[in-house]
């Protein structure tokens, strides 16, 4: 491996955590944010928590891990391998529910929330899940 492989496999660590932190908390407010009171001052606040997170942390850091993930993959010869097939299907699944997050923070953003708290806890435990999956993939590669 050559060292500008492993710098850009530290970028891609550091993104990953920090995605992570994001994809694993904002649900969590979701959860606090269905319990306010719609139209609240307390309310208002989870809206713009939920913004910012989303936008300077979990934006940016989706497209680093992105980016850096497919220089990884480019650079190894990886890309032919199937653990890596396996973990991009994940990863697109971990993604897409980044989307459906930014849907629902839209949905809260208007008051017009559409769950109670307990379904925000259960999607909670999603990207644990994928996110387990993921590092099982890449560190293990069993296949
Ligand atoms: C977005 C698409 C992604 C691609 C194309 C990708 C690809 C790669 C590749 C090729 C490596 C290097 C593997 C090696 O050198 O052994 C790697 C490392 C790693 N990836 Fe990703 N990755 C992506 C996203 C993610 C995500 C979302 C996570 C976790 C949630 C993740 C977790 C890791 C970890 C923990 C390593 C370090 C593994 C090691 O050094 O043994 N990756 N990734």
Redesign the pocket.
């Known amino acids: 491996m050559t060292e500008a492989y492993l710098w850009i496999?530290a970028l891609?660590?550091v993104a990953?955590i920090s995605?992570?932190a994001g994809m694993l908390y904002l649900p969590r407010l979701f959860v606090y944010h269905a319990q306010a009171p719609k139209g609240s001052e307390q309310a208002q606040t989870f809206a713009t928590m939920e913004r910012r997170l989303m936008r300077f942390i979990m934006a940016p850091a989706l497209i680093v891990?992105?980016i850096s993930?497919?220089s990884?993959?480019y650079q190894?010869g990886?890309f032919h391998a199937g653990w890596?097939h396996g973990?991009?299907a994940l990863?697109v699944a971990?993604t897409a529910l980044h989307g459906y997050f930014g849907w629902i923070r839209k949905d809260f953003t208007a008051d017009a929330n559409r769950h109670d708290p307990r379904f925000y806890r259960i999607i909670n435990e999603v990207p644990t899940i994928l996110?387990v999956g993921?590092?099982i993939l890449?560190?293990i590669k069993p296949f």
């Open positions: 496999k891609h660590i990953i995605w992570m891990t992105w993930g497919f990884l993959a190894s990886y890596l973990k991009l990863v971990l996110m993921i590092v890449v560190v």
